[in-house]
């Protein structure tokens, strides 16, 4: 496909660096020549420095030819404005990056007036991703599949975890009940477990099941925290906003920590049944005395990334919680994982992630489509769910027959067919209308053939 | 510096280098000469059988950087045209490895300077050899490996920069190796056509193939002793027209082929560029108009070695050093003018030319009015201050290899015209110069010494100076 991708800031980058992995055709446009350069020097695109607003900009891009147009420059105007220009000037599909509070009650107005095709929202994307950690504490990550029936939950093992030194084929014995845990990261690697495979402390281990079947595994491993009923986020930005009232209406009892009281007034106004507390989130004595050893989770969310890192060491330190930090612009991905943080999330890779995923299902054959997509350890591994639309080589063969056929380090986790979830085994086949997830360490599949041979 | 990756990046051009040898393989075998077809087969399998051993360790990370870009280029170049001369010592035909390796290095550069007396003398398949290896040289072998395999990723850009031409190297399409393959076939096409067009003009096949390859290439080595001269005037048209089209900037038949037809027309530095040979052809015409027997003659010879030299190419038809004072100072300043940026010629290229212009009206303009504020402009951009420093700093560093090259040639104690003009044809890629190196005449007087400097500035000249440079700096050898 041809890409054009205006704006090369960080999400930019990123998606310069994952769309240009899957082979597409890709234009970036920035007004800024030094951005422009540090991208096409390094990664494999063609730059033009211009504003990605003018018709003559685009035209240059070769708007003309584009199937695709991602907005991400800084302005949310900018975006809106730069995909109805491209819309006229083209055929491509549009997508727009739009974060203030006061566009996003109108987003479906905008995306259907406007004619685009997606609007994304990354501190909204951020918040609903830290809000559906605090529903499992224990989880180091979420990933959702079919409308959020099935579950891949990334957890870490403990010392005093049951799955700590167990053979993966003892799993059924030991649980009395049947899970699938299709992947395993130790330390930078990936791994698609067999049966021999044994847990060590450190690991993080990913399970497929339903909510449901989650609680009881997770009791039954030996995580016993249990719902969140107390949250403390430090800073008051956009993030803090979106979460804290997705978590106040889960009746969580929220308390936002932000050292300017202009913001705090703001937010007392909007948010009428948070504690709002002005003062310097990093003074470990304002944080003992708000309560921080009592809360059952806590997001660091001030600008910086590097006292998002060490506010959340600290909270480990200090209590029980499940701490969450957020981090913007740094990309020590080894490191992150050796100082053994809980959570961290990325907001660059999770607006990537979604315009991936739709470029992924733009690109789709006709046989099925790219229902959901999540890049799994900084791009190592995917998991994917497709859509079965048509009958194929893969469809309607006992998987035990298939398995021979199909490549390596590939993980069939679930089919969803109707309102059942089928966590299958060598009997069970995949129809046509099925929604089958799988993960697997290959990257930039397109259609559900592709993981035969 | 990734020395693995560099290496593993040279095995690629050995190995590609042998594919290529197994073409002379063939005429050899076809016009019987047997023994020089068996040269070329054992070289073509010992630096395919090389090119696997340095293969056989995979780099770690195939990150290449500006300076590992830069040195794989250079280097790549310096052991692609050592194995390319192997063959002509192996054969016999040059005795002397230096000799060969000048004559290799002409080849590869697209120079077409030769050190052969008389290269009738030849077999066909070395003759093959020597013609081909401009057409190898004129895109260049990297651009070629970009085209056939991706092995390189984003980083791939740093190599296609240093090995093309011009003040500033841009992509014509998103991806690098869309890019190189399109200039590939462009390139293919000029060469098909031309040789179709030249076996219509009454050329034998293997005349036309190996003429057609120094013409696209524009490098200029001739299979007569007397290069072009005893062709017919119908043969001499077409190639001066297809030298021109060499000249021209690639993407200029990119935009042609996407119908883009305003923008096709509308590079400025197109336009200059056949305004010069046009302005050129006129004033020598008239120059010369008494040495041949009518105008039309005169027209032909003159447009026939403007376009030569402008496009760096070197072929010639009549012997230009005994023309009058006027018209060789003309074809002596169109040596340094060069054909366009991002075509197979070599020179400064006229886009420098342009940007070095346009800075000296602006400097002026800012003396008038000291506080103005002037960007520079071209085809409707800016140009970016850091092209026109990269274009100052080629100047500079252009003439100081010049002169130093000058000097150091000047030890073997020929006239001044003859150490000029060839340091400029070699520092250029073009070929004859005027004296003793002139279009009737060789370099194979020149002591090895001097031939190695002779070397030095071919590579220079094809490569745009800084990749040899940089390999000369011993920084660039650390590996912190």
Redesign the interface.
């Given at each position: 496909m041809?890409i054009i991708i205006v704006g090369c800031g960080k999400v930019g980058h990123t998606l310069v660096e994952q769309l240009?992995g899957e082979q597409h055709?890709?234009?970036v446009v920035d007004l800024n020549?030094d951005k422009v350069h540090s991208i096409?020097?390094?990664?494999?695109?063609?730059g033009i420095v211009g504003n990605g607003v003018s018709y003559q900009t685009l035209q240059e891009a070769g708007i003309d030819r584009a199937d695709l147009l991602i907005a991400v420059t800084a302005s949310d105007e900018q975006n809106l404005l730069c995909c109805c220009i491209a819309r006229q000037a083209g055929h491509c599909k549009t997508i727009a990056r739009v974060r203030n509070p006061l566009y996003n009650e109108e987003i479906s107005f905008l995306r259907d007036k406007l004619g685009l095709d997606l609007i994304i929202n990354p501190e909204l994307l951020t918040a609903n991703e830290i809000a559906r950690i605090f529903q499992f504490p224990s989880a180091v990550k979420i990933d959702t599949f079919s409308k959020g029936r099935l579950e891949l939950i990334h957890f870490r093992v403990t010392k005093e975890c049951l799955l700590n030194g167990l053979k993966l084929m003892n799993l059924k014995e030991v649980l009395g009940f049947n899970v699938l845990i299709p992947l395993v990261t130790r330390g930078d690697e990936v791994i698609i477990p067999r049966g021999d495979f044994s847990f060590e402390e450190g690991d993080v281990a990913s399970v497929a099941t339903t909510a449901k079947t989650a609680s009881m595994f997770f009791r039954k491993i030996g995580f016993t925290s249990g719902r969140t009923r107390t949250a403390m986020l430090v800073g008051g930005g956009t993030i803090s906003y979106y979460l804290a009232k997705r978590l106040l209406s889960a009746g969580i009892n929220t308390k936002i920590i932000e050292i300017d009281d202009k913001v705090c007034s703001e937010l007392s106004e909007k948010l009428p049944e948070a504690t709002i507390i002005c003062g310097d989130g990093t003074d470990e004595r304002l944080l003992l005395q708000e309560g921080l050893e009592s809360a059952d989770g806590f997001v660091a969310l001030t600008g910086l990334d590097e006292e998002n890192i060490l506010l959340a060491l600290l909270a480990r330190k200090l209590s029980n919680t499940k701490a969450v930090s957020k981090i913007n612009r740094i990309n020590f991905n080894s490191l992150l994982g050796d100082i053994k943080l809980d959570t961290t999330i990325f907001p660059r890779l999770l607006t990537a992630n979604l315009i991936l995923r739709y470029a992924r299902s733009m690109n789709d054959s006709l046989g099925s489509n790219v229902e959901n997509l999540y890049r799994l350890e900084d791009g190592k591994a995917e998991a994917l769910e497709f859509y079965v639309k048509e009958p194929s080589g893969v469809t309607d063969t006992p998987l035990m027959q298939l398995s021979s056929k199909l490549k390596k380090d590939i993980n069939i986790c679930s089919i969803t067919r109707g309102n059942q979830i089928i966590f299958p085994t060598g009997q069970d086949e995949i129809k046509v209308g099925d929604y089958v997830v799988i993960v697997m360490k290959h990257c930039g599949m397109t259609d559900i053939k592709d993981i035969l041979k | 510096m990734n020395f693995t990756m560099v290496a593993y990046i040279i095995g690629w051009i050995l190995q590609i280098e042998a594919a290529f040898m197994l073409l002379p393989t063939i005429v050899g075998f076809c016009y019987g000469e047997t023994e020089h077809a068996a040269v070329y087969i054992i070289t073509a399998l010992v630096s395919f059988a090389l090119g696997l051993v340095i293969k056989l360790k995979k780099p770690k990370t195939r990150d290449l950087y500006t300076r590992e870009g830069f040195a794989t280029v250079a280097i790549g170049w310096i052991a692609m045209s050592a194995v390319g001369a192997v063959p002509f010592t192996a054969t016999g035909d040059i005795p002397n490895y230096i000799d060969a390796l000048f004559e290799s290095v002409s080849g590869f550069t697209t120079t077409g300077g030769s050190i052969l007396p008389n290269v009738e003398t030849l077999s066909h398949a070395n003759l093959f050899w020597r013609s081909f290896s401009h057409w190898i040289g004129g895109m260049g072998v990297f651009v070629f490996i970009m085209a056939i395999f991706p092995i390189m990723g984003g980083y791939s850009i740093n190599l296609m920069r240093a090995e093309s031409t011009g003040p500033a190297v841009g992509k014509l399409v998103p991806r690098v190796q869309k890019t190189a393959k399109i200039l590939y076939a462009i390139y293919l096409g000029l060469t098909v056509i031309g040789c179709i067009v030249f076996m219509i003009c009454g050329m034998s096949f293997f005349d036309a193939a190996t003429t057609i390859f120094g013409t696209v290439g524009t490098g200029g080595y001739g299979i007569k002793a007397d290069s072009i001269t005893s062709y017919s005037a119908s043969v001499q048209w077409a190639i001066t027209i297809f030298m021109i089209l060499s000249g021209i900037n690639y993407s200029v038949y990119f935009c042609l082929l996407r119908r883009q037809f305003k923008d096709a027309f509308s590079i400025s530095e197109v336009k200059w560029y056949l305004g010069i040979i046009l302005v050129s052809t006129a004033i020598i015409t008239w120059n010369i108009h008494g040495f041949y027997s009518s105008v039309g003659e005169s027209a032909r010879h003159a447009a026939f070695q403007v376009s030569s030299i402008i496009t760096t190419t070197g072929f010639s038809t009549a012997d230009f050093d005994l023309w009058p004072s006027l018209s060789k100072t003309i074809l002596v300043i169109l040596m340094f003018c060069g054909a366009c940026s991002g075509s197979t010629g070599g020179g400064m290229k006229i886009s420098r030319w342009l940007i070095m212009g346009k800075t000296i009206f602006k400097e002026l303009s800012t003396m008038v009015h000291p506080r103005q504020v002037k960007k520079i402009h071209m085809d409707g951009h800016v140009v970016e201050h850091e092209t026109v420093r990269a274009t100052n700093v080629y100047l500079a560093s252009y003439f100081f290899i010049m002169l130093l090259s000058l000097l150091l040639i000047s030890i073997d104690n020929f006239d001044f015209t003859t150490n000029f003009t060839g340091v400029v044809a070699m520092l250029n890629n073009i070929g004859p110069g005027l004296g003793l190196v002139g279009p009737t005449g060789n370099f194979a007087g020149f002591s090895s010494f001097s031939k190695i400097v002779l070397i030095f500035d071919m590579l220079a000249g094809r490569l745009e100076l800084f990749p040899m440079l940089i390999i000369l700096k011993p920084a660039c050898w650390k590996k912190y």
């Open positions: 041809n240009g055709d890709i234009v020549p096409t020097d390094e990664l494999d695109a063609q | -």
